[in-house]
């Protein structure tokens, strides 16, 4: 050992310097989303619903590769390392959008302070990376978003939390909608040759919708109504719903326009993925919700968990040299129906909770460790759960 290290040795033992790290303040200010239903959602949804991905597609380079929208605490990556990566010995790589990570105000020091923890974790590849971008903007090609989605995508999960739904987006300069950057993801994902699981969170009230884009959704709920004698017969059933009329007076309350969005939704991201190359399959696997706004009559915030599954299948071929038919594509009346049942037997996520008190202990005490590992006092927790 030289000089220099046995002095700097001798310093680090004198005063401590490995052992120091300065404790940081524990936050005391709560959000909606840290309410224990919201990780009802994390775990029960969303880490189930990867778990399940991964038994299928069994990620042979050990790496399970992550889109999303990522809060300041990082709590979903915190989640997803260790319920999903630690256990499984995979490496999470993650991509995300987050105004915060280009701001100089306080959220920024929060954000790198989360993200230099997250990274340290063991499960974690340390080069993954957050960008003060705009999602949206994926849909313009010459884009920092674009760019660094493609470079680092495609992914087994893609995870869009909009706390504030498809409703037009208020900055001037940003011409892309969610719609436009959803379409250009769907297609930068094409490139994928194993399934893989789109996490949606909206906002469903009306000032959440961009109202001008819903009227062309409608047309392909309509569409269905005529089409597809089943789709008919459930729609009139869950939602009393069964021709334009009728789908009229159901949009005039929240719950209809709630209803008769999300299928029209689905239905399009499905109607998107069909006409890929290679096409692909789309399944809603689980559909929970629950209420955001106290004055809402309906529950207006809905988390779905979506499979979509590339189906290389060959094309007709128009000169007919080659005989060999290609198979039937995914039933587009079948594919209706699954969205408009997932959707009308929604989990209320509230009532789930209110009715299970060994759930709703076991997701609180989760909650809790998670908040606690990001720097929160849970003294202060507890108490606001109480007056929430």
Known sequence: MSEQQLNESFAEDLFGVNQYAPELPKKKQFLPWHKPRKHFVRQKQWCGEILKLIEEIKPEDGILRYLGLPGDD??????????????????LKFFGFNYSANSKSRSSIELNISLNEVKSLPHVDPNSNIIGDN?????????LAFKESSKNGPYDVVNLD?????????????????YDAINQLLHLQARRPKPWLFLLTTRTGEKHIDLEKFERLKSIYLKNLIDCPEFLNHSQLKFVVSDSASLEKAIQNSEGLSNI???SLCKWIS??????????TVKIKSAIDYKVEQEATHNDIVSLAILITPTFNIQQDEFQLSTKDPPPTQDECKSALQALNKIADAVDADQKLSD?????TEITNNSKALLEEARYDITVYEQWIKNA
């Open 74 to 91: 990082l709590l979903d990556l915190r989640c997803f390392h260790h319920n999903i990566c630690s256990p499984k010995k995979l490496i």
């Open 162 to 178: 909009l706390c504030d739904g498809f409703g037009k987006i208020d900055e001037k300069d940003l011409k892309e909608s969610y």
């Open 261 to 263: 969005f999300l299928v």
């Open 271 to 280: 109607k998107v993925t069909n006409k890929q190359a290679p096409p692909a």
């Open 356 to 360: 299970n008190s060994e759930l709703m």
């Open 135 to 143: 999602f949206c903007r994926i849909a313009n090609t010459s884009s």
